[in-house]
Every structure is written in C-alpha cells, then in structure tokens.
C-alpha cells in the first residue's frame, strides 16, 4: 500500500522563548490532526523537540496538510517557520506504523536524509514522489509557492489571515476600518490572488 511520510522541522524559531515555541507547535500539530483525521495512517507526533512527521494516505492529501499548516501558523500569528519533507513510500517498508519513535524503515530513513539536506539550503520544501517528473514539477512550483509565502511579515499576518478566510477586499477594509481601495492595494500588495493560484496548481499536478 502506498503511503507518504510527512517529515517537518522547526527553521527558525524567531524571538520567542523555545518552550512557548514547540507548545505552539504541539497546538498546531493538534489541529491539524483533528481537521485532517482521515487522510492519516498515522497521525502527527513530535519525534525531536524541533521535529514532528506522519503517515498519510495520498499525495493530495499530504500537500492540503501542508498548506493547512503554513496556514495555521499564519492565522495564529506564530513566530516560527518549518521545513517539511514529503516522501513517497510503501507500508512494507515501515516496521511499525503505531509508535512514530520506532518507525525505522528505509522509508523514514530516506526522509530523515533529505529533511537533513534541506537543513543545509534555503528552502523549506522538498517532494519526492514515486515519478521524478512529478516530482521535480511540484518542487518547482514550491519554489514559487515558498516565495509568495514568505514575502508576508509578521506584521502582515492579521491582514493575510483576513484573506485566507476568504473576505474579499472590501470585507477586509471594512474590518480594518481603511477605504476600499487601501484593502485593494493591501491584497495587491500581498499578492493573494497569486498565492491561491499557486496552491491550486499544485493540487491539480495530483489529479
């Protein structure tokens, strides 16, 4: 049976004491758990103090977990960024799927070598799927998805979170009590129409 290894790490913990830092993640892990409680064979648990992964069921479903993550972090206004690595795998490879601690397939090992290659670089997402084409497809379009992303501050964030929850220019004006074209130039600025077709791409590379 086909599977995929969700492998994420802390990459910059920001300003915030540590403690505070990785309950903020537990929290984080905890919802997304709750939202995405079908689409995982094995849920998501901290494996390092900085580290988390899990089991999934499909590639679409794995990259929706992704986003919904990045996402959680944003609206919750969190001082933190992860690096995540999603990799292809079969449950014949896994020697235990209910312990994350003692998953020590090839599977986990190959994933634990490329999360620690992209500790090295710059970027914060690496796809390895069972087609090196698709892969380097949906690598790709991470790199753009990782710029639109990251170009938000945190002082932005209350204005994206607005965005993300689907309010259109004139709500979030409205919320924010500026005139309706300062919320047009805001979600210009953040380029949000370009982040929703990014993250649509990418999905629809799956179908």
Known sequence: MDHFILMSAIRHPGSGNKDDILQQLRNVIGVINKIHKKHFITSLDM????EFQGITNSLQASLEIIFDIEECIIENNLDFKLKHVLYHDTLESVQSKHSAYER?????IDARQRLDLIKKTDSRFLIATNNEKTS???NNLFLIYEDYLDSWKKSDYDY???F?????????????QVNISSGWRREK???????Y???????????
Do not use: R
């Open 164 to 176: 993300l929850n689907h309010m259109n220019y004139k709500e979030v004006a409205a919320l924010f």
């Open 136 to 138: 380097l497809y949906l």
């Open 47 to 50: 494996v390092m103090p900085n």
């Open 160 to 162: 994206v979170k607005a």
């Open 197 to 207: 077709t990014i993250k649509e791409m990418i999905l629809s590379a799956t179908e």
């Open 104 to 108: 020590l397939g090839f599977g986990l």
């Open 189 to 195: 600025s953040l380029k949000m129409k370009q982040y």
